[in-house]
């Protein structure tokens, strides 16, 4: 999907969801930006042609900036929720000329996720060991209940289904109920843990970051006292911004209200957060000079 004008961003959605999960902000976005909507490889109505070699955050970042080029844009802007934010993050450090800014919606890098896993988050995030295991056991699991599946994790995520209109959570559904899709899904979270992890480690040693400008958007009740000292100013070690600035130098953000589907939960401050991020950086080289 495309439309607006101006500057172009690339809006990216997240697990398990489609593009219509930016369809309460991409309106307001379109006033200012030519938007382009995609479903990540695999998800929606995305249908690659093989699975094989896997769809790695660095194969969906080289293929979305080919279908940015064939739409005419060789430097854009990048906003990323969940699986989206971490294929956001990869596109901007392969291709640093390509992209003028990025934002992460609840998301810091994959390195950083995992570092911090305890019991705790395992037993919240236990999707992501789940669906990464080998080939082709989840994928049968699934198959026997993907409605009460799907169903069970937007419901968690969005804090109860009747958060997510009835219209909407069918798409979703519609779309899970695809054995290609939620093949698509397992690739996905067993990149993850495979080889998008080992392209994070080799660029954290390594000291690569992504040279434009970054902007964080968390949901405060996930990451309860990650707001600034109010003594200091200064973010506390955990808050997303403290850990973003290891990987960029320009980097700021804020808490939303609302659950993990910012995009669905919080739209109203999503938008009030991106669009000055993106007007003052959007149109802007990936080194902060303003293009020709």
């Known amino acids: 999907m495309t439309g607006g004008a101006g500057p172009a961003v690339l809006l990216l959605h997240g697990y398990p969801q489609t593009h219509i999960a930016w369809r309460k902000v991409a309106p307001e976005l379109a006033r200012d930006f030519t938007l382009v909507i995609p479903d990540l490889p695999g998800y929606g109505a995305s249908r690659p042609d093989s699975m094989v070699p896997r769809w790695t955050k660095r194969r969906v970042g080289t293929a979305l900036v080919a279908l940015m080029e064939r739409l005419g844009h060789t430097r854009f802007a990048v906003v990323g929720h969940d699986r989206g934010a971490r294929a956001g993050y990869r596109l901007a450090l392969d291709h640093p000329d390509r992209v003028t800014a990025y934002a992460s919606l609840t998301v810091i890098p994959t390195l950083d996720a995992m570092a911090a896993v305890d019991h705790r988050i395992a037993a919240k995030a236990f999707h992501w060991f789940f669906l990464s295991q080998e080939a082709d056991l989840p994928e049968r ?25 009835p219209a909407a959570l069918d798409v979703y559904r519609a779309a899970f109920r695809d054995p290609a899709v939620r093949h698509a899904i397992c690739e996905d979270y067993r990149a993850a843990l495979d080889e998008d992890l080992a392209q994070d480690r080799d660029d954290a040693a390594a000291g690569r ?23 200091t100013g200064n973010p506390p070690i955990r808050n997303p911004i403290t850990i973003w600035s290891r990987w960029a130098d320009r980097v700021d953000g804020t808490p939303t209200g609302g659950g993990h589907l910012q995009p669905e939960d919080a739209p109203e401050e999503v938008v ?21």
């Open 141 to 165: 699991l699934l198959a026997a209940a993907p409605d009460a599946f799907i169903d069970a994790a937007l419901a968690k995520m969005a804090g109860g289904l009747e958060s997510i209109e």
């Open 209 to 231: 970051k992504l040279r434009c400008p970054v902007h964080v958007l968390w949901p405060s009740k996930d990451w309860p006292g990650a707001e600034a000292e109010p003594a």
């Open 272 to 292: 009030r957060s991106l669009r000055p991020f993106l007007l003052q950086n959007a149109g802007t080289q990936a080194s902060g000079k303003p293009r020709s």
